[in-house]
């Protein structure tokens, strides 16, 4: 009789050992049922994702009385659209940048304000390197363009209390390399203001608005970065003088023309953002842009004189060895008509004749040799013209 009631117990925990197993199991596969569902549920919204048709990007004209919405779509045409009840109304406005769908052209959501890479990427975020002190024979430009440019970045108030609204922009013109873009690293340098630099020939897209569209957010680029500078180099890629009769092509350069002036004296004021342009060209420019209100300074930058050379030797040579039979001063009597860029590369010139002998020091022969070397590039009749415009004889100087 005991055996037998010990052997039942025993059976009976061997029937509740094998349920608490099957309990574990179950949670078990329970645990996983939810995993494999989890998974099913990714794996079906991929495919949805794949199977989806894509989206069309839209920009709100106008919002209508009826609760419809005017929209530019990016294929081409304006469309009235309805608007999905999901989408908060109160941020359906002009200029908003919404998603519609392909079958009804419905809005289906609002998409985030961007800028469009092409031209964040003009941005300097670095202050470039060049001060004042790197620009030689400029005083009188430097000074107008500190007046412009940089004053009024830095103490907008004083124009405020004087009661005139500051200039918008300068132009700088003059033969290349006399140091236009020089002038506009260095105001960007002291300003303290974020430097959006852009040539005038990336203006010029291949389709119809892009040029336009560029100008349109470089100017919401600069006015979101205040304060900032507005650097276009090469102006007269855009800003030629316009003709009743031309191709297609230049129809689309005067239509970025006409958003460039509509920016600089349109209804959004520019605040604290000023705009500096440079040219080489501006006997072709077009009179709209030259008139006061767009560009309200312009700022020749000459080859440099006599004064202005010696300055630009002594920049670009303060840094190196120079002997002491270097004559400066006779250096910038004979490079007369040169400009800065060309007194630097007539520098490098010295040095690497240095070089190529194995010195560490810069003689007048050197300099001489590179100036002979540069100057020919002017077709200059002679080096010997050179030597009669200095006042002491260099003749043994001339190389064979």
Do not use: W
Not at 9 to 32: F, H, K, P, Q, T
Not at 77 to 100: C, I, S, Y
Not at 187 to 206: D, N, Y
Not at 308 to 319: D, P, Q, S, V
């Amino acid at each position: 009789m005991g055996t037998s009631k010990r052997g039942a117990n025993s059976d009976l925990g061997d029937i509740e050992d094998y349920i608490r197993a099957l309990e574990a199991r179950i949670r078990s596969l329970e645990v996983e049922r939810e995993k494999l569902l989890l998974r099913i549920k990714y794996y079906k919204s991929e495919i949805e994702k794949l199977l989806s048709p894509p989206l069309i990007e839209a920009v709100i004209v106008k919002v209508l009385e009826n609760g419809k919405v005017v929209v530019k779509s990016s294929t081409g045409p304006n469309l009235v659209v309805e608007v999905l009840d999901t989408v908060p109304r109160d941020k359906l406005r002009p200029g908003q940048h919404v998603a519609l769908n392909q079958r009804g052209s419905t809005i289906v959501s609002i998409l985030p304000g961007y800028a469009d890479p092409y031209v964040t990427s003009m941005e300097v975020i670095e202050k470039p390197d060049i001060t004042y002190n790197d620009i030689g024979g400029l005083k009188d430009q430097i000074l107008e363009l500190r007046e412009v440019v940089e004053l009024p970045l830095k103490n907008p108030k004083l124009f405020r209390e004087i009661g005139i609204d500051p200039p918008k922009g300068v132009l700088l013109y003059g033969p290349p390399g006399c140091g236009k873009t020089l002038l506009a690293k260095a105001v960007a340098h002291e300003a303290g203001a974020t430097f959006i630099s852009i040539v005038g020939s990336e203006l010029v897209q291949k389709f119809i608005g892009e040029g336009a569209r560029i100008v349109r957010e470089v100017f919401e680029l600069a006015r979101k970065k205040a304060p900032s500078i507005v650097f276009i180099d090469e102006i007269d890629a855009i800003a030629a003088r316009r003709l009743d009769i031309g191709t297609s092509g230049e129809r689309e350069v005067q239509r970025t023309l006409m958003q460039l002036l509509a920016e600089l004296d349109g209804f959004k004021p520019l605040d604290r953002v000023k705009v500096i342009a440079a040219t080489n060209r501006i006997d072709v420019l077009d009179p709209a842009i030259l008139r006061p209100g767009r560009f309200d300074r312009l700022i020749e930058v000459p080859l440099p004189d006599f004064e202005g050379r010696l300055e630009i030797l002594r920049i670009h040579t303060r840094k190196m060895r120079l002997s002491p039979d270097v004559e400066l001063i006779e250096l910038a009597r004979m490079t007369e008509g040169v400009t800065g860029a060309e007194i630097k590369a007539i520098t490098t010139e010295a040095g690497y004749f240095a070089i190529r002998e194995n010195r560490r020091t810069v003689t007048m022969n050197d300099f001489l040799k590179a100036v002979k070397k540069i100057m020919s590039k002017k077709n200059i009749r002679g080096i010997e013209n050179l030597y009669r415009r200095s006042s002491v004889d260099y003749s043994m100087y001339v190389m064979q």
